[in-house]
């Protein structure tokens, strides 16, 4: 049948059906990992019912406790004065299990099935997102109990990553990688707002059901996932992306007939059946320290750490120092929150393709963290004079913040996971995204730490540990800036020489 259709027609339909399965990969991933995050981000809601102030509430007739105990609607363990170091630290068994598991999780996530290595990954967080509301229903008050389940929590959720990253790079070449990943990339902050919302709406009743509900909806997707997740477009005969270092010898001439869309099609195909009746030999999986090898891993992975530092300390904080420092209820402040949110999401796109139009990831990351600094300091001084200024101070801020993060951890960690250095050898994209977003974890990890310790001797030495996290991130880029900048000069100068050539002729 294929013979009898001429190539165009042929060609519309392998197109249409390629950008119909490319379209249901790129949604199914997005709803995958904005489960992961909505089910992280319950517990930053229900910090301000952990621990409040009890004097303005009506206390049961059977309360044991103390009259001038301000503290008796509180939940144990977090009803003492050093209430935010608990909190830090409940916050850091899952950041810290999440950096050492995502060392771990993109050498699995290579040698096992991403559907069923996601679908395992994302039952096991329903299940422990949901234990952790479980402690409030079985009237659970010991620390270790909210620590263990965390650690547990953050070692599943390592899965998520770098297998939605692979996937997604499976099925997309390096084109318009930057703007479709940054829309794509939307997941983490639309994650972050569902999560709060949901949590909101039980946070002051039973605040259990604010971490059952994201657990439950998590673990059907997992379902899903495991019934409807495609890792490969040859798993459904459709055409492979082209990567940097695929063969590419008549790609200079377009009149050459085995160089047209149909015939690169055709060949794809032909390929992988043949693979089907011949054993082929599948790429070696890269090591991690050849992973590290890759020019521009390391740098990347430092700026991320300390811009992932900065995003996650907003992303546990930002309700309860809303809460704190313009006095809204632990719903408002919850709500207020994910402006910086929907913030990200443009934040995102803006550095997709602005990334994609000049080809610079370096120092599009750059300039955002350069505009990033002086706009923390200006929301933490003027932010919460009226509910305007707060508005329009929480979405800049959270462009200029988690722009950089979401560019690194998508396009760029795609970039290199499929660098000209490897010759075409796509297997080593799980581990560069677990690498880049592994040690991006660490900032993830201390940035919220970091912030409970400090706290205590008031939130404007916060923002200005937030601010220098951001200025390092910035530093560490300098040599691919420097990079681009000579890249851009090369390129002008082609440019011009190009043109003086014409004229000449003419």
């Known amino acids: 049948m294929r013979s009898s259709l001429a190539p165009g027609i042929w060609f519309f339909r392998a197109f249409s059906r390629d950008s119909w399965f490319q379209g249901f990969i790129l949604l199914l991933t997005f709803l995958i990992y904005t489960c992961y995050h909505m089910s992280r981000k319950p517990i930053s809601i229900v910090k301000s019912r952990l621990h409040q102030n009890c004097s303005e509430q009506i206390k049961p007739i059977n309360d044991t406790h103390s009259l001038n105990d301000t503290m008796w609607c509180s939940w144990a363990p977090f009803d003492k004065d050093n209430y935010k170091e608990l909190l830090g630290g409940v916050d850091n068994a899952f950041l810290v299990a999440y950096a050492i598991g995502m060392f771990i999780s993109g050498v699995f996530g290579e040698r096992l099935p991403l559907r069923y290595y996601l679908s395992a990954g994302m039952l096991l967080s329903g299940l422990f997102t949901s234990l952790l509301g479980l402690g409030y229903f079985w009237n659970i008050h010991v620390l270790w109990y909210f620590v263990i389940i965390q650690v547990c929590n953050g070692l599943v959720q390592t899965t998520g990553w770098p297998s939605v990253v692979t996937c997604v790079g499976n099925w997309f070449g390096k084109g318009k990688r930057g703007l479709i990943m940054g829309i794509w990339n939307s ?4 994650g972050n707002i569902l999560g709060s919302l949901i949590a909101g709406i039980w946070v002051n009743g039973q605040w259990g059901l604010s971490f059952i509900v994201p657990g439950i909806i998590t673990a059907t997707m997992g379902v899903i996932t495991f019934l409807f997740l495609i890792e490969h477009p040859e798993d459904v005969d459709c055409t492979p992306p082209q990567h940097h270092g695929e063969p590419a010898e008549n790609e200079n001439n377009p009149e050459d007939p085995g160089n047209s869309p149909y015939s690169i099609r055709e060949s794809s195909l032909e390929t992988v059946a043949k693979c089907s009746k011949e054993p082929c030999e599948e790429p070696a999986a890269i090591s991690f320290f050849g992973a590290l090898r890759i020019p521009g891993v390391v740098e990347f992975s430092l700026c991320l750490l300390f811009a992932k530092l900065v995003s996650y300390t907003f992303l546990y904080w930002l309700p309860l120092y809303i809460f704190n420092v313009a006095h809204f209820s632990a719903k408002e402040a919850g709500d207020l929150s994910t402006l910086f949110d929907a913030g990200g999401i443009i934040g995102g796109i803006t550095a997709g393709l602005i990334s994609d139009y000049t080809n610079s990831r370096a120092t599009t990351c750059c300039v955002m963290l ?20 707060s508005i329009v101070m929480l979405i800049i801020c ?28 796509a297997k080593a994209l799980s581990t560069v995204t677990a690498i880049i977003d592994g040690t991006g974890s660490i900032g993830a990890a201390l940035g919220p730490l970091l912030a409970g310790l400090i706290s205590p001797t008031g939130w404007n030495n916060v923002f200005y540990m937030l601010i220098s996290a951001d200025v390092l991130a910035c530093l560490l ?3 691919l800036v420097y990079k681009d900048i000579l890249a851009w000069k090369v390129s002008l100068s082609r440019g011009s020489g190009s043109s003086m050539v014409l004229t000449h002729q003419r």
């Open 398 to 425: 959270g462009g200029l913040v988690n722009g950089p993060y979401a560019l690194i951890t998508t396009a760029v960690s795609a970039d290199l996971g499929t660098h000209k250095s490897l010759k075409g050898n």
């Open 187 to 190: 997941h983490t902050s639309v």
């Open 477 to 479: 880029l300098c040599r």
């Open 370 to 389: 350069i505009l990033a600094a002086p706009m923390m300091f200006l929301y933490n001084h003027i932010g919460q004079d009226g509910i305007t200024s």
